[in-house]
């Protein structure tokens, strides 16, 4: 049996693209002949590194998909923090201004002025304690609710 008789069988081969008497034949013919041999060996080895370049580029396409979900909610969560605090700002400046013309109005009770003035500072409380709860969760795992 010559190698003649084989055009192009370490492809079909490799591929398992053969017919199991074509296979035998060849296995049989790869135990008498070296030539064909190393070409196989060589064929192979051409495949292993086709198939680790194909794993390579599939795992830089997650990466890069992945790092996009973690920019996004990297941005999300500094809008997030940004909206916060410029709310913050806004409402401590307008409650302590609203609560300075109150505590300056002499016509409305002690009671009344005090009552009013612990609500403002309780909404700017529970406004910071809120704002600093997202700050929290937003440091503390950016990253953990990225879903691959
Ligand atoms: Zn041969």
Redesign the pocket.
């Given at each position: 049996m010559?190698?003649e008789e084989?055009p192009d069988a370490s492809m079909a081969y490799l591929d398992g693209e053969m017919e199991a008497e074509a296979r035998r034949r060849f296995e049989e013919?790869?135990a008498?002949?070296p030539?064909?041999r190393a070409e196989l060996d060589a064929l192979r080895r051409v495949k292993e590194v086709t198939a680790g370049m194909r794993l390579a580029d599939r795992e830089d396409r997650d990466w890069e998909l992945y790092w996009g979900r973690v920019y996004n909610r990297m941005e999300r969560g500094a809008g997030w923090i940004l909206l916060s605090l410029g709310a913050i700002v806004v409402l401590v400046f307008g409650a302590y201004h609203a609560f300075l013309s109150i505590w300056s109005d002499a016509s409305l009770p002690a009671v009344i002025r005090i009552g009013i003035g612990c609500a403002l500072l309780g909404i700017v409380i529970l406004f910071v304690s809120v704002a600093r709860q997202r700050l929290y969760a937003w440091v503390r795992d950016p990253y953990r609710r990225v879903q691959r």
């Open positions: 010559r190698c084989f013919h790869l008498a002949c030539a064909c």
